[in-house]
């Protein structure tokens, strides 16, 4: 969350400078790729765009009652539980009247799971919660509302420890206070960035009635006027509501980097290092099979984002054949990709490694997919 702020402090200086390039027709070029702040300046819809009030949206109820299948298996999604009310939140359910260290504080979630408390050598603090922000797949960070401002909990879940440790971006070393050792205030630029990805119908500034989570409006866009289109009989009433599956290969990835970092956008922000692997556009655009066009080498090419997103890596292996011939064979121009001379299976163990964040106590595929030599100790640059 702190990155997207400090990305979004920076390409509100640099954005105007851009070369703005207009989206190809035919095969996308690195040359179409563009800032997700561009984006956002271009008529239609795009992820994190806000409205001036929520009357344009539906609802999932309402999107559901033509597109059932998809919506069923959406809401199962890690995205559409990335954001929630706190006391929606299983992980402050499990936590609530417990106590945790991170020394030298004591910290203890409230039994209505409303605010925690900080303890040190008989002071103390108190801060409210009211969304816990991620699924908890990989981490839960939480976020109170206080006086107009909202607040980030110096410490967040994660899974893989079992238990809370220091929100990542957040110092580690002893604060000054208690009141220190609540947490961080968010800037009011990075708090957009927050709700933007993580909620649905935001409208400038106002998160008091936002829907949690990544629903269909989030990627869609409002749906009244495509539901009455629809209702009405209207010949163009497709058009009448974004289909991302519509987009070129660059507006594709672009449009899935409005929250996972386009290219651009890490560039602008300057971000380099094993940090950018948990930023899977900005990565997939930097393969060296990136940029001739392909509808293959995309995001959704891979993943769907209706379903809940497979771990199993054999489960890609069709999809690397679906562009490099299998062993014995030359490349055609249907499948350009030359054979592997090692495997035939589990491709992505190799030419899409996985990395250790620190911070995020977690391992992230790495989407620049290569070839990495076998006992390589090199990380992503």
Known sequence: MRGWGSFRVVVSVF?????????????????????TIERLQKPGWWPTKTTDNRDGYVGTAVCAKCHSAIAKTQVETSMARTAMRASDSEIL??????????????????????????????????????????????????????????????????????????TSGQPREPSQNVVAATGRKIPDHELR??????????????????????????????????????????????GTILNPGSLTPAAAVDFCGACHRTSVDVELQGEEGIGTV????????????????????????????????????SYYDKKCLGCHVAQGLQPTGEKPGKACPVATEKCSTCHMPKY??????????????????????????
């Open 193 to 238: 960035g927050c709700f933007r990805c993580h909620t649905t119908s935001v409208t400038d500034n106002d998160y008091s009635k936002v829907v949690p989570g990544v629903a269909c409006e989030s990627c869609h866009g409002p749906g009244l006027t495509h539901t009455l289109a629809m209702q009405s009989g209207q010949q163009d009433a497709a």
């Open 15 to 35: 954005a105007a400078t851009m070369l703005v390039v207009p989206i190809a027709h035919g095969q996308s070029t690195l040359a179409d790729q563009m800032s």
């Open 278 to 313: 948990r930023f899977p556009a900005f990565r997939l655009q930097t393969s060296r099979c990136w940029g001739a066009g392909d509808k293959r080498i995309t995001c959704m090419g891979c993943h769907d984002p209706h379903v809940e997103v497979t771990h199993d890596i």
């Open 93 to 166: 359910k499990e936590s609530k009247d417990k106590k945790f260290e991170l020394r030298p504080y004591l910290y203890a979630i409230s039994g209505d799971m409303r605010s925690f408390t900080v303890e040190h050598e008989g002071k103390s603090a108190r801060q409210s919660i009211d969304w816990a922000m991620g699924s908890g797949r990989i981490s839960q960070v939480f976020l109170g509302e206080e006086g107009g401002s909202y607040h980030e909990s110096r410490f967040s879940y994660f899974p893989t420890v079992k238990g809370f440790d220091y």
């Open 356 to 381: 250790e964040i620190a911070d995020f106590h977690a391992r992230f595929t790495d989407h620049q997919i290569r070839v990495v030599k076998a006992g390589s100790s090199s990380e992503p640059k």
